[in-house]
């Protein structure tokens, strides 16, 4: 009898540590907090090991809170999509008044931790919350451009590890701001095209113009260039204290070049599977070039 309750209990703790993950999309919280650390990185002389931790942890509750606030607004469509079904509120395994406590409590703590390293921090953590939940996620039953704002708050986390840094946003803020801004649109371009139909069931738009054709791909195409461009454009020295070697941008570019290869070949297919490549070598690029640019910050 103890040990079916010991177990039950079990059962019950792990199905909840399990819906909180998806609630708060852990895994992707903490791909956003490696952006924010890689930031920093760039940006500091001397590695202050207690600014970098707050940082991570007030970002992961500044993601994981706008994950929970999307999911809440969401619940009803969600529950009409095969890749968002099973997430814990539209099969009523938590409640929304649960999901918005830790939505809620994620909020306070995120700002309340970014404030403890500077104004600014916490002010763009803010704004990055609001867009994401009061802009981004209506908008995308009601117009293509609801991936341009959602670039917004997608961007703030890589240029938020160097304000957290210097307390100040300047050109080279700017830079890494615009490399993650350009990056998201022919990454989740790439998820909409394979999300089509998914997306088009609800309402959603999420390809340029809302066609899932050439066209959508040759704007894929057209950013993916914009984001090598200014990806590399720190070797020209134009971003301030933020520059690179010629090899770090030769890496780079090559890196953007493989997203470019997959976009063509999406271009001439109009094929999932090249749309899939595409969003993989995304993923590879926006994980990598952020090591390369600290590895080259450390051999300045």
């Excluded at 010991?6 to 903490?30: C, H, P, R, W």
């Excluded at 600014?51 to 929970?68: E, Y």
């Excluded at 999406?266 to 094929?271: A, D, M, P, R, T």
């Amino acid at each position: 009898m103890n040990t079916t309750v010991i177990s039950d209990n079990k059962v019950t703790m792990q199905t909840m540590f399990t819906d909180f993950k998806q609630l708060t999309k852990v895994g992707l919280s903490l791909s956003v907090v490696f952006s924010s650390v890689a930031g920093y990185l760039i940006a500091v002389e001397t590695v202050n090991y207690f600014i970098l931790s707050l940082l991570a942890i007030g970002g992961f509750f500044m993601v994981g809170a706008s994950n929970a606030f999307n999911q809440i607004i969401e619940k009803d469509v969600d529950g009409l999509m095969k890749r968002t079904q099973n997430r814990p509120l539209p099969t009523g395994r938590m409640s929304v008044n649960t999901a918005l406590f830790i939505a809620v409590l994620f909020t306070i703590l995120g700002i309340a931790i970014l404030y403890s390293i500077n104004p600014k921090s916490a002010l763009f953590g803010a704004i990055s919350i609001f867009i994401y939940t009061s802009v981004y996620t209506p908008l995308k039953a009601v117009t293509p451009l609801t991936v341009f704002v959602g670039a917004i708050p997608g961007a703030i986390p890589f240029m938020l590890g160097w304000v957290a840094a210097t307390n100040n946003f300047g050109i080279e803020a700017g830079f890494l701001f615009m490399i993650q801004f350009f990056w998201q649109f022919p990454h989740f371009w790439a998820i909409g095209w394979l999300q089509f139909e998914e997306y088009k069931k609800v309402g959603y738009n999420m390809l340029p113009m809302g066609k899932k054709d050439k066209g959508a791909v040759k704007q894929i195409i057209f950013y993916t260039v914009i984001m090598i461009l200014v990806s590399i454009a720190p070797v020209l020295r134009v971003s301030g204290e933020f520059y690179i070697y010629p090899v770090t941008a030769i890496l780079v570019a090559l890196l953007g070049v493989l997203m470019l290869f997959y976009g063509v070949k999406l271009y001439k297919s109009e094929q999932n599977i090249d749309a899939r490549k595409l969003m993989l070598s995304s993923i590879l690029y926006i994980t990598i070039v952020p090591i390369l640019y600290v590895v080259d910050k450390f051999l300045h």
